[in-house]
């Protein structure tokens, strides 16, 4: 029998939300009356994730299990989802229960309209710190303003997308990938549909500080060579400074200036260029090491167990 709905889940440490996922995706579903699987990719758990969900999928054949050889990062566990998944439309949503499955019903209603990437918006937010919605909403709208694809704002992963749209995805095999922006990017039938984001239903989140500046970096670099223009732009601006400032420099020594004694004002000088071109090369370096990273062509995931069939 064919899948109709594929929700992909990656899990990183989350063995107090599985059950209660499981049974919350499962009542939803089943009021469809038709054929759904649930794909938990385990990523590199160690708190007990991965046996509960070897257990979910023995008791429920419509769990398959994909279980990571480490912690791969959550973008390419959703990656291995898309790799994984059968359904017709493949629904990503995050396993602590922040994207509440009930919404699943209104992305099919927009699928079943024609839509073919129908993404659900964070109109709400409930259970985070200031520190976190406010990153957040500077991060989507810094992406928005210098990235040349339009990535929907307050936007997380959560979305359903169709096997046309998920077909091309799977040839995209970029290994610093922004998952939300590629979806953006493919292009076809697009629309997003509000929702409240809920609170965890338990543990805390896995993304800290560094990983969510990690994400921002992978995003502006998978979709924009701003930085790159930036240092172009400093270059110009303090080669235009320092051509200015010849002829005054001629002008006041000429006509016998005491202005121009002290070095304070040539440190300040060399501090500042040398900081703009040691930036510059640290930008460099991050589009190098990715370029490097994608040359070496490894596997973008070692999967020590994946669904029999
Ligand atoms: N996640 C993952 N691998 C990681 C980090 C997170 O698979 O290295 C999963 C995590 O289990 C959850 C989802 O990605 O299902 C979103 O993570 P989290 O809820 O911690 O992020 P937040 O909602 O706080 O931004
Ligand atoms: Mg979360």
Known sequence: MSVQYSIVA???NEVESLPELHRR???????TGEAWELVLVDDGSSDGSTEKIRELADKDNRVRAVIFARNFGHQIAITA???????????IIDADLQDPPE???ELVKKWKEGYEVVYAVRAEREGESWFKTLTASLFYRLIYRITDVKIPLDTGDFRLM????????????ERHRFPRGMSAWVGFKQIGVNYKRAARHAGVTKYPF???VRLALNAITSFSYLPLQVATFFGFASA??????????ILLRVSGSPQLIGQATTLIAVLFLGGVQLISLGILGEYIGRLYDEAKGRPLYIVREAPKD
């Open 10 to 12: 990656p899990i990183y």
């Open 25 to 31: 995706v499962s009542a939803v579903m089943d009021t």
């Open 81 to 91: 989802g898309w790799d994984y998944a059968r359904g017709n439309a493949v629904i």
């Open 103 to 105: 919404v699943i019903l």
């Open 162 to 173: 169709d096997r046309k749209v998920v077909e091309v995805l799977k040839q995209m095999r």
């Open 210 to 212: 560094n990983k969510m």
């Open 240 to 249: 235009g400074i320092a051509i200015l400032g010849i002829p005054i420099v």
